[in-house]
C-alpha cells in the first residue's frame, strides 16, 4: 500500500479503485486511511454492490473527505436477468445499497453489460428504476472478452442487438428529458448538459490514449486496466518507477499517423489506410484488438464494425427523430 501512496503522490494523479470487488480486501480500510492521510484524490470506486451496507461507517468517511469521489455499482439487468447472471437475489440487494450510497450523499453511476437474458422490458423497468431512484449516470455497454466473461460468451449479445437497445434506452431517455447522464458504448454520451456522438481523434494522437497506470492487488503494473496476464504486466510497484515508465511509454507512444504510415505498423492494418471513419474510431481499442487475437497492433473488429456496418446511424437517427 505504502509503496502506491508514495509512487501516487510522485505522478500527482488521482486514484481509481475497482476490481473484482474492493471492497472484500481486507486492507482496504487502511489504504483509504493512507489516501486521507496523504491527502490524495479519490476519484472514483467500481463495486458490484454487494457489500455496501456492510461498510457504512467506511464509506461515509469517504464521502467525507471527498464528496466528489463517484462510486459505480454494476448492476445488469432487472430482477430476474440480473440475478441470473450475477446470482440468486443479489439484484434487490445491490439496488438497496445503491441507495445507500444515494443517502450518504455519493454521486453513483449504475454500470449495465448487455447480455442475451436481458429484454425490452428489462431495459424499461431499469430505466424507470434509475430514474426514480435519481441516480446520477447509467453506462451502458457490450463486455470486454476478458476475466469472468470467458466462462460466460454463450450470454453474449450481438452488436447490432446491443446498438437498438442502445436506441431504446436513448428513446426513453430523451422522452423523459434526460433524467441522468447517459454513456452508451463508443457512440454517445451526454455528460455536463452536453451531448458527445462519436469519439474524435487527430492522427498525433495515440492508439492507446487512455492514460491509466493500473496496479493490482499483487502489485504488478500494466499498461492496460483491462490487461492483468503476465505478458501485459510491465513491472510491479515495487521496482524502479523510471524503468517502469520507460515500458509503459511505448504502448501509449504510438501515433494513429505512425500506424498509418510506418509499413511495421500499416502492414497489419491497411484497411485503416483509406477509411473515412479514422478521425471517429482512432484505430480502436488496443485491448479490444488483444482479446479479438490481432494483438497491439491489430484491427479492432468490433470499433471497426460500428462504423463499416453504420450501426452508429441506429443511434444518430434515434437522436434526429426526437430533435437533439
Not at 470487488?21 to 486511511?33: A, R, S
Not at 492483468?228 to 511505448?250: A, L
Not at 471517429?280 to 479479438?292: A, E, K, L, V, W
Request: glycine share 6%; hydrophobic share 35%; charged share 25%.
Amino acid at each position: 500500500f505504502f509503496n502506491i501512496i508514495n509512487l501516487t503522490k510522485k505522478l500527482n494523479k488521482p486514484i481509481d479503485i475497482s476490481g473484482g470487488e474492493p471492497l472484500i480486501h481486507k486492507g482496504f480500510p487502511i489504504f483509504i486511511d493512507e489516501v486521507i492521510k496523504n491527502n490524495l484524490i479519490l476519484s472514483s470506486i467500481f463495486t458490484n454492490g454487494t457489500l455496501v451496507d456492510k461498510h457504512i461507517e467506511l464509506l461515509k468517511k469517504i464521502y467525507n473527505y471527498n464528496n466528489n469521489c463517484r462510486i459505480y455499482v454494476s448492476l445488469d439487468g432487472f430482477q430476474n436477468s440480473h440475478n441470473k447472471f450475477r446470482g440468486e437475489n443479489s439484484f434487490e440487494k445491490i439496488l438497496f445499497n445503491a441507495n445507500l450510497l444515494k443517502q450518504i450523499g455519493f454521486k453513483v453511476s449504475i454500470n449495465t453489460i448487455l447480455h442475451k437474458g436481458i429484454s425490452n422490458g428489462d431495459i424499461i423497468s431499469m430505466f424507470e428504476i434509475l430514474k426514480s431512484s435519481k441516480f446520477d449516470r447509467w453506462r451502458v455497454d457490450t463486455p470486454f472478452n476478458t476475466g469472468r466473461w470467458l466462462h460466460n460468451q454463450n450470454l453474449g449479445l450481438d452488436l447490432k442487438d446491443g446498438f437498438n437497445i442502445f436506441a431504446l434506452i436513448l428513446k426513453y431517455w430523451l422522452i423523459n428529458k434526460k433524467p441522468f447522464e447517459l454513456e452508451l458504448n463508443h457512440t454517445l454520451k451526454y455528460l455536463d448538459n452536453k451531448f458527445i456522438f462519436l469519439d474524435s481523434f487527430s492522427k498525433n494522437d495515440s492508439i492507446c490514449p487512455c492514460r491509466i497506470l493500473t496496479i493490482w492487488p499483487n502489485g504488478n503494473i500494466s499498461w492496460c486496466q483491462d490487461l492483468y496476464e503476465t505478458e501485459y504486466i510491465i513491472g510491479n510497484i515495487s521496482q524502479n518507477f523510471d524503468e517502469i515508465y520507460e515500458k509503459y511509454k511505448f504502448y501509449k507512444s504510438i501515433t494513429i499517423n505512425d500506424l498509418l504510415n510506418n509499413p511495421e505498423y500499416c502492414t497489419k492494418n491497411n484497411e485503416c489506410l483509406d477509411c473515412c471513419f479514422i478521425d471517429n474510431c482512432g484505430t480502436g481499442c488496443r485491448g479490444n484488438s488483444i482479446f479479438q487475437g490481432k494483438g497491439y497492433l491489430g484491427l479492432d473488429d468490433e470499433i471497426c464494425s460500428i462504423y463499416k456496418n453504420e450501426y452508429y446511424k441506429i443511434i444518430s437517427d434515434t437522436l434526429i427523430k426526437f430533435n437533439q
